[in-house]
């Protein structure tokens, strides 16, 4: 994955500029009575806690941000986000305040998320292991796509199809699953490796598994072993 990259782009959306607001972030604003700029003071309390709420989101982030009406003064605003609320898409930012009097007031936000995610190269029927021509990057706002795309390539190793995906889809984590590489009762290789050492006996698979899923085999001395399903139909022991 490319490092996490933040870029805070703030708009203040002055008189103006009130129908651009009204489109960007729709019913932050009331015909006839436009929003005010921000104070810097709240705009930079505000981009503080974005910058620090952003760390780890897997793209370059955004920020448009809507004036406010009838904002009363304060000598340090504080930024924060209602519980349960997610750094995405549109949402409401509050600001709180205690001196010269105590008030708070929410603002109209919205965060966008450039990144890469993946896309069906070509159709993809029900059942289809997923290749490298199945598969296309693309780059986009990820706060405008489901939150289950893709934006990780590991994780279309190894998957089938769940569904049929058209051309041109993003694909999601819930139309793929696992490749069966274990059947429960199978007779398995079962491989424990370190630092320049490598052991391997069989066992018998308790449960199916999809590969990189956690299965259990006893083995013929009658160990119950646990480890990760591999791409080979092996089970690796964790060291």
Same mark, same amino acid.
């Given at each position: 994955?490319?490092?996490?990259?933040?870029?805070?782009?703030?708009?203040?959306?002055?008189?103006?500029?009130?129908?651009?607001?009204?489109?960007?972030?729709?019913?932050?604003?009331?015909?006839?009575? &436009?929003?005010?700029?921000? $104070? %810097? =003071?709240?705009?930079?309390?505000?981009e503080? #806690?974005?910058?620090?709420? @952003?760390? /780890? !989101?897997?793209?370059?982030?955004?920020?448009?941000?809507?004036?406010?009406?009838?904002? &009363?003064?304060?000598?340090? $605003? %504080? =930024?924060?986000?209602?519980?349960?609320?997610? #750094?995405?898409?549109?949402? @409401?930012? /509050? !600001?709180?305040?205690?001196?010269?009097?105590?008030?708070?007031?929410?603002?109209?936000?919205?965060?966008?998320?450039?990144?890469?995610?993946?896309?069906?190269?070509?159709?993809?029927?029900a059942?289809?292991?997923?290749?490298?021509?199945?598969?296309?990057?693309?780059?986009?706002?990820?706060?405008?796509?489901?939150?289950?795309?893709?934006?990780?390539?590991?994780?279309?190793?190894?998957?089938?199809?769940?569904?049929?995906?058209?051309?041109?889809?993003?694909?999601?984590?819930?139309?793929?699953?696992?490749?069966?590489?274990?059947?429960?009762?199978?007779?398995?290789?079962?491989?424990?490796?370190?630092?320049?050492?490598?052991?391997?006996?069989?066992?018998?698979?308790?449960?199916?598994?999809?590969?990189?899923?956690?299965?259990?085999?006893?083995?013929?001395?009658?160990?119950?072993?646990?480890?990760?399903?591999?791409?080979?139909?092996?089970i690796?022991?964790?060291?």
């Amino acid at each position: 994955m490319h490092d996490h990259t933040l870029r805070i782009q703030i708009r203040r959306l002055a008189i103006a500029a009130a129908a651009m607001a009204w489109v960007a972030i729709p019913g932050a604003a009331i015909a006839g009575q &436009p929003a005010e700029p921000l $104070p %810097e =003071a709240s705009r930079l309390a505000i981009e503080r #806690l974005v910058q620090t709420q @952003s760390k /780890g !989101l897997p793209g370059e982030i955004s920020l448009q941000l809507q004036g406010a009406r009838n904002l &009363p003064p304060c000598d340090a $605003p %504080e =930024a924060f986000l209602a519980p349960g609320t997610e #750094l995405r898409g549109r949402i @409401s930012i /509050g !600001l709180r305040c205690v001196s010269p009097a105590p008030w708070k007031r929410f603002v109209q936000a919205y965060v966008g998320v450039q990144g890469r995610y993946y896309v069906a190269a070509q159709p993809i029927e029900a059942g289809q292991a997923l290749g490298a021509a199945d598969i296309s990057e693309r780059r986009g706002d990820l706060a405008a796509l489901p939150r289950s795309v893709v934006t990780d390539p590991s994780a279309l190793h190894g998957v089938v199809s769940a569904n049929r995906i058209a051309a041109g889809a993003p694909l999601r984590k819930e139309l793929l699953r696992g490749t069966v590489v274990i059947q429960q009762g199978q007779t398995v290789k079962v491989v424990a490796q370190g630092a320049g050492f490598s052991v391997s006996t069989e066992g018998r698979a308790m449960t199916r598994a999809e590969v990189g899923a956690t299965v259990q085999a006893k083995t013929r001395d009658g160990r119950l072993v646990s480890g990760i399903a591999d791409q080979e139909g092996q089970i690796r022991l964790a060291q």
